[in-house]
């Protein structure tokens, strides 16, 4: 079993009639093995943990009914159509959390999840949805890790009711990032790093788990001032790795580069998965289709 396809458990039978990924560029969205994209208006919407995401409503709930119409005949139905929604990595908080010790109960779990997040989350844990998942692979005597995903309650009720709009049930909600792990099939420590307009997430996984997720806004003024801020985060990363993980980093994933990024420590790849290569905007949603088995 992949490594998004355990934290997420989002894949089930059958699975939902769409899948859609949003983000700030556009609509990326799939029927079955069918998938296209459906461009934003610029500032539609804004990706935040803290403000509202969909800053003109009414520009996007179309592009959601263009991004409906594909094969629409074989999903056009008097009950709401199924979704599975892949939300921007910026509007949430996902935590790679390590326990001593770490209760069996799940509601004991869910309140000292909350309690580890909620110092690190620029909103109030009381007004927050946490998502958490136990990774598996240790042992009694290990550390327990869970991985955590926070987002803030009126954020996430404004994207459920705006698929409730457009006529969608959107019962699978996750982050881009978190579904786009499942496009990494090795063992070996691997950093994977997606740029996706001015957000940079970086990510490390090790023996099938995930050890790190990192979310963070480049500034952006030049492209050699965009070169030097994404190599000032990747840099730390690998010394993390080894120091703090006590995995160095054999590979470097990228998705959404337009340009391999020279003298790594390492080896690095594009990210590709059995739909083709992995795009900024829609690698969460080719990770979803890996993990469905379509």
């Not at 296209?36 to 800053?55: H, K, T």
């Not at 790679?96 to 110092?119: C, G, H, I, M, T």
């Not at 020279?262 to 979803?288: D, I, K, Q, V």
Request: proline residues 6%; aromatic residues 8%; charged residues 20%.
């Amino acid at each position: 079993m992949s490594v998004w396809e355990s934290i997420s458990r989002l894949v089930k039978d059958p699975p939902p009639a769409h899948v859609f990924e949003l983000s700030e560029a556009g609509v990326a969205h799939a029927t079955g093995t069918d998938t296209g994209f459906e461009p934003l208006p610029a500032g539609a919407l804004e990706a935040s943990p803290v403000e509202d995401n969909l800053r003109h409503v009414d520009l996007i709930l179309p592009v959601l009914g263009a991004a409906a119409a594909m094969k629409a005949g074989a999903s056009r139905s008097a009950k709401r159509r199924t979704a599975a929604v892949l939300l921007p990595d910026a509007c949430a908080r996902v935590s790679v959390l390590d326990f001593d010790s770490f209760p069996s109960v799940p509601a004991e779990q869910a309140s000292l999840v909350r309690f580890r997040v909620k110092k690190t989350i620029p909103f109030d844990i009381d007004s927050a949805a946490v998502g958490y998942y136990v990774q598996p692979g240790g042992d009694k005597k290990s550390k327990t890790d869970v991985v955590a995903v926070t987002i803030a309650l009126e954020v996430l009720a404004r994207y459920e009711a705006l698929f409730r709009n457009a006529g969608f049930h959107a019962g699978e909600v996750t982050v881009s990032g978190l579904a786009m792990l499942n496009l990494y099939k090795g063992q070996e420590s691997a950093m994977l790093a997606k740029l996706a307009g001015k957000t940079l997430t970086v990510m490390v996984v090790a023996a099938g788990k995930l050890r790190l997720f990192r979310c963070l806004e480049l500034e952006q003024t030049t492209e050699e001032t965009t070169d030097e801020e994404i190599r000032s985060v990747l840099y730390p990363t690998f010394a993390y790795a080894e120091d703090e993980l006590r995995a160095p980093i054999q590979r470097v994933i990228l998705c959404g580069f337009p340009e391999p990024l020279e003298n790594l420590p390492c080896e690095s790849e594009f990210l590709r998965g059995r739909f083709g290569a992995a795009g900024p905007f829609n690698a969460g949603l080719l990770g979803y289709l890996e993990a469905a088995n379509l």
